[in-house]
């Protein structure tokens, strides 16, 4: 299930990576970014493309790698352990916030629900 569980993350952030590189306009308006100057759009495209690759291979990588799934699983920890608290933190502040918004804060807040289970499981 690990396994699974790695290649999903991997699957995700490459996807999300390439939709919002492609799709700079529609996925940063999604979620919020009204206007962005020519540094804004460039740092759109560097965390939400570039960042999100980046995750995208490094959870293929650990995927690939049976004797690493544990370390993946670990990364994944550390990830969403970080990012879930921010986020409800953020929506909890500044809210209202849109739909996309809370969408991805409920698949953040599974996704790292899951791999507690996937960690204490597996011992």
């Known amino acids: 299930m690990t396994v699974f569980y790695l290649w999903l993350n991997a699957v995700a952030y490459l996807v999300l990576a390439a939709w919002c590189a492609l799709r700079w306009r529609s ?41 690493q799934h544990r370390t993946g699983l670990l990364v994944a920890l550390v990830l969403y352990a970080s990012v879930v608290p921010f986020r409800w933190i953020g929506i909890a502040a500044f809210g209202p916030v849109g739909r996309p918004t809370l969408v991805l804060g409920a698949v953040e807040l599974a996704m790292l629900v899951w791999a507690l289970a996937l960690w204490f499981g597996d011992r």
């Not at 493309?49 to 490094?58: N, P």
């Open 27 to 67: 996925t940063s308006a999604a979620i919020g970014y009204v206007q962005l100057d020519g540094g804004g759009r460039s740092e759109y495209l560097s965390i939400y493309g570039g960042l999100q690759l980046a995750l995208a291979i490094v959870f293929a990588l650990f995927a690939l790698r049976p004797e």
